[in-house]
């Protein structure tokens, strides 16, 4: 029974040519769209989420008043980790970092003849208790008994030794500003994975840091990022609530307020408005989410439709089987040439040194990288969602056209012209479209609006936006169902009625 009900459906499927490749271009389309989305998405929600005490991990940010409202910044002061974990007994630990990022620059790193860019990270003494750092060889305290030990990651060790194994012990020059000398290595450490919003190559004791910089004993600066692993049960509002104003016990000068974030939902709420945590890339994600679910519904959708559309021409069929029980760039010229001039010259003055260069509209673009990113993101599935709806619109325009066949050859044969039977047909899915304009629209104004509200300097939504949209989207329709119904209009009136 099942062969023969395979054999029949694969019949169908070559009978029915045209509605089998809309219906499997339409919904493995929707498919793949709604999976691509939702890698995009899972990702972006498990960054930062790599630490064993992802739940307990938090950063302290600080509130500075100003005349524009409250600013909230992720540096606090030097001491402020030790005094946290000392003073509060929800504080299991607390560790003060100076991030890789925090520098303009990477520094240099130096074993014989090989120079290598690296990044930095200057860390507390507790910080592999606060961060998970798998530790490859050597040990992790080593790090703390002095200033001239470091951890170099398994990457740039590779890079530089040409091996991992038995490197304890051996000498790299450092070359980054003050901070530059000759230090040993104490741990080889795993680098952060892929999806972590920090990355370094080498970790610095922070007491090192402080030796260079005696502003970091007070607790007026604002340098590095503190870091605590709340206790297990411990709440972190009355917590916040507890150290708002712990700055100014310290120091009366201080008109700065302190909260507690969790370390992990920084990266998709990292926008705060007022001192309050008020969205960031989690807005994209809630985005891409709904295009997601909205391509998803429009394949489904399509897909029912015509296997509906076309279930009522297989009723004898069934009415048979029931009886029998049965998916950049470089540009060579002038840039390539005078580059090689400028590293030429550099190299003679700083020997020894890695020449690295950055444009500078590079840089002006990097700002707004992500937001670039997103809009690429948006025509590639506003396009695609676009096709699966005029797919689905085609198939739609067939099927009335093959339905009316005999409304349409009456209506040829008492003098209805093509242009009047392309009329008929065209008007009735116009007025589904423009019912569809009307209920989106307002809905995509308030969204484009609330989001550009997000940018100090945006531009204003004008009418003509929409204006142009509208005519795109009505000539589209009218393009898709015209074929359609020009070929039904032009269809001979003796072969649709020759039945009757």
Aim: charged share 20%; glycine share 6%.
């Amino acid at each position: 029974m099942i062969k023969n009900y395979l054999k029949i459906a694969w019949r169908n499927l070559l009978k029915e040519r045209q509605f089998t490749m809309l219906n499997l271009i339409g919904l493995s389309t929707g498919l793949a769209c709604t999976l691509l989305i939702y890698l995009w998405v899972n990702d972006e929600l498990h960054v930062d989420r790599y630490n064993e005490k992802d739940d307990r991990l938090y950063q302290v940010m600080a509130n500075h008043k100003s005349e524009d409202g409250i600013k909230t910044i992720h540096h606090t002061a030097g001491p402020l980790a030790t005094s946290l974990a000392t003073e509060f007994p929800e504080v299991e630990n607390a560790v003060t970092v100076l991030p890789a990022s925090w520098f303009s620059d990477k520094g240099t790193a130096t074993f014989k003849d090989m120079h290598l860019k690296a990044g930095g990270q200057f860390v507390g003494k507790d910080y592999f208790n606060v961060f998970t750092c798998p530790v490859i060889d050597g040990d992790p305290q080593s790090l703390f008994r002095d200033n001239q030990t470091i951890g170099i990651s398994n990457a740039l060790a590779l890079k530089l030794f040409h091996t991992a194994d038995n490197i304890i012990g051996k000498s790299i020059q450092w070359e980054h500003g003050e901070f530059g000398g000759i230090y040993n290595i104490g741990l080889v450490f795993k680098e952060n994975p892929a999806n972590a919003t920090e990355h370094f190559d080498l970790l610095f004791n922070f007491d090192l840091y402080v030796a260079k910089r005696e502003s970091m004993k007070s607790w007026s600066n604002s340098d590095p990022s503190t870091y605590v692993i709340l206790k297990q049960g411990a709440d972190n509002e009355q917590f916040n609530a507890k150290i708002k104003k712990f700055l100014a016990t310290k120091d009366k000068s201080i008109d700065i307020t302190l909260l507690a974030v969790k370390f992990s939902d920084k990266y998709l709420h990292g926008h705060f408005e007022n001192g309050v945590q008020a969205g960031g890339r989690i807005t994209y994600v809630r985005l891409f989410s709904i295009i997601a679910l909205f391509i998803l519904v429009i394949a489904c959708i399509n897909f029912m439709n015509l296997s509906t559309a076309k279930a009522s021409g297989r009723m004898k069929e069934v009415g048979i089987k029931k009886a029998i029980g049965t998916m950049r760039r470089s540009l060579a010229g002038a840039e390539t040439q005078t580059i090689a001039r400028i590293n030429q010259t550099f190299t003679d003055f700083y020997k020894g040194n890695v020449f690295e260069y950055q444009f500078l509209d590079e840089n002006y673009n990097a700002l707004y990288a992500s937001e670039q990113r997103i809009g690429i993101l948006s025509q590639y599935f506003a396009g695609l969602a676009i096709l699966i709806s005029c797919l689905g619109l085609f198939g739609l325009a067939a099927f009335t056209a093959q339905r009316r066949q005999k409304e349409i050859g009456i209506r040829k044969v008492v003098g209805a012209t093509v242009q009047d039977v392309t009329m008929l047909l065209s008007v009735d899915f116009l007025k589904l479209v423009v019912i569809a304009m009307i209920i989106a629209f307002p809905l995509i104004g308030w969204a484009m609006n609330r989001w550009l509200q997000e940018f100090a300097y945006h531009a204003e939504i004008g009418f003509n936006v929409f204006l142009i949209s509208a005519a795109s989207i009505c000539v589209l329709a009218l393009i898709t169902v015209g074929y359609q119904a020009i070929k039904a209009a032009l269809m001979d009136p003796v072969k649709s009625l020759k039945s009757e």
